[in-house]
């Protein structure tokens, strides 16, 4: 490799260590190294699909800035991952924040908290939907008001559903709209390692000092202090002390507060005393909302009917939807194919295997009844009612869409139907669902209360 393009990658580095911040810097984009440089490609590893992912999704943008900042005139980015990286293989299998994980070792008591904020995690980029409209609104209204007018927001949903992305935006728009305000955003994990640290060299006074004299005081998925009684009682102290003295706290966990694990009952009734606001598990049309934002924000054109695919396959949580994302974009931007459902396919095997819901004839069958108000025994008799005859033909079409069963099975599991019935009724609902909108529409949710 040339002397001048190494020289200009370092130059580069620099320019993007100022646009994102140290920490950032140090985390994600110092893991990179350069490869090659042809033309308008840029071609780097990384240590881990994780680091490449990330870099792809939330620094892609910035490095190719920085890039043509120095005369490199890159449009491409393409990072292999080392496969052989065991470290970054934990943290990917430890759903937390990244970004934040890696200065609890490096960081001293008493650090700029919005160093190791994402700057990427703000309102403006979450995606608001039926699941997280309330919390969202919550959020909103807290980071906009001084008054502490819903003291403690407890924030809790599933992993993976934007409570830490909440929270982030929360404290940006407090430092946009009144930068006095002290604002400390920390894990339940740092907070612990805090309070121990500070227990071992005596210095439990400045580490209260420190927290109770905050305005706004934030603590992300407080389950890990369940069952650790020192930590609780000190966090009951502290949440008491701010909390009387009319400061914000904003907490999230994974669980709503009656229903944390280990945690004394005193602070779990403390906890529920503000707002709850629950993060619901998504919906396709969250899902599909957030990844045509991804995709149009990393300046990618990607097909309408990927897209879909992805958000229809992929529901377990919004951080495994975007990694599906990462991936597919990256494996198309290093082979150079076009993006395909195909591709899709093939690229995401593993995760689509996991997130496969096993819908079976029996449970299609259920729902149907259930829907139509008819009895199991009805659905595979003979009874010619019309009520119970559409039902029937509605579950054999559902039968044929949602699983892989051939014609014969089905009328066999319909109390031995010949297959023809089956065709028939397929053939039946299909006609409805174009002459009769409103049939239609009851059978896509129908449809959907069977997959989800
Ligand atoms: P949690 O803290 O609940 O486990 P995160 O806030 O870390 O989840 O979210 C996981 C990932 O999904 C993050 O990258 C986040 O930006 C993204 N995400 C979650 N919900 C949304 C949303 N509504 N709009 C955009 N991105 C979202
Ligand atoms: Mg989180």
């Known amino acids: 490799m040339k002397q001048d393009i190494q ?15 140290k920490n950032s810097f140090i985390n994600w984009i110092s893991k990179l190294r350069l490869v090659d440089i042809d033309g308008n490609n840029i071609y780097l590893t990384a240590k881990s699909n994780f680091i490449r992912d990330t870099v792809i999704s939330r620094y892609g943008e910035e490095l190719k800035s920085a890039l043509n900042s120095v005369g490199l005139p890159i449009t491409t980015i393409h990072i292999d991952a080392d496969q052989q990286d065991v470290v970054s293989r934990v943290h990917e299998e430890q759903p937390n924040e990244p970004a934040i994980a890696q200065p609890i ?10 160093s190791i904020l994402d700057p ?17 609104a919550a959020a909103m209204r807290v980071s906009e008001s001084s008054n502490a007018q819903y003291n403690p927001l407890f924030l809790y949903g599933g992993v993976g559903l934007g409570k830490t992305h909440l929270m982030h935006s929360i404290a940006w728009n407090i430092k946009k709209s009144d930068p006095s305000r002290k604002v400390v955003y920390l894990s339940a994990e740092k907070f612990m390692y805090l309070f121990i640290k500070s227990l071992r060299f ?38 008491n002390e701010l909390v009387d003295s009319n400061r914000q706290v904003i907490i999230s966990a994974d669980k709503s507060p009656s ?43 990607i097909s309408a009917k990927v897209l879909e695919f992805l958000a229809f396959k992929i529901t377990s949580n ?7 994302l990462n991936r597919i974009i990256a494996h198309a931007t290093l082979v150079g194919r076009e993006l395909t459902i195909d591709v ?32 199991f025994s009805d659905i595979t008799s003979t009874k010619r009612v019309k009520s119970i005859a559409r039902a029937r033909q509605v579950a054999m079409y559902l039968a044929k869409q949602l699983t892989t069963k051939s014609f014969p099975e089905i009328g066999r599991n319909f ?21 009769d909108r409103e049939f239609a529409a009851d059978l896509e949710v129908l449809q959907k209360s069977i997959e989800h």
Request: glycine letters at 8%; a negative charge; hydrophobic letters at 35%.
């Open 7 to 21: 020289e200009r990658w370092e130059k580069a580095l620099g320019v993007v260590k100022q646009s994102i911040g």
């Open 105 to 114: 070792q490096e960081e001293k008591d008493g650090v700029d908290t919005f």
């Open 120 to 136: 990427k995690l703000t309102f403006e980029t979450f995606v608001v939907g039926k699941p997280n409209e309330f919390a969202y």
């Open 202 to 239: 005596k210095n439990s006074m400045s580490f209260k000092e420190h927290f109770r004299t905050v305005d706004v005081l934030m603590v992300d998925d407080v389950q890990f202090i369940g069952g650790k009684d020192a930590t609780q009682e000190e966090f009951f102290h502290t949440f």
């Open 259 to 301: 229903d944390l694990d280990g945690m004394e009952e005193r602070l779990k009734s403390r906890l529920g005393w503000g707002l709850v606001a629950d993060i619901h598990p998504s919906t396709y049309e969250l899902r599909l909302g957030i990844l045509q934002s991804k995709a149009r924000n990393m300046g990618m054109q």
């Open 318 to 324: 919004i951080r495994e939807l975007e990694g599906a």
């Open 344 to 375: 899709a396919q093939d690229v995401l095997k593993d995760l689509l295997r996991a997130n496969e819901k096993h819908i079976t004839i029996e449970g299609i069958q259920k729902k149907v009844c259930e829907y139509y108000g008819i009895k």
């Open 415 to 435: 109390g031995g139907k010949d297959h023809s019935t089956v065709v028939h009724s397929v053939k039946k609902v299909n006609e409805l669902m174009q002459s």
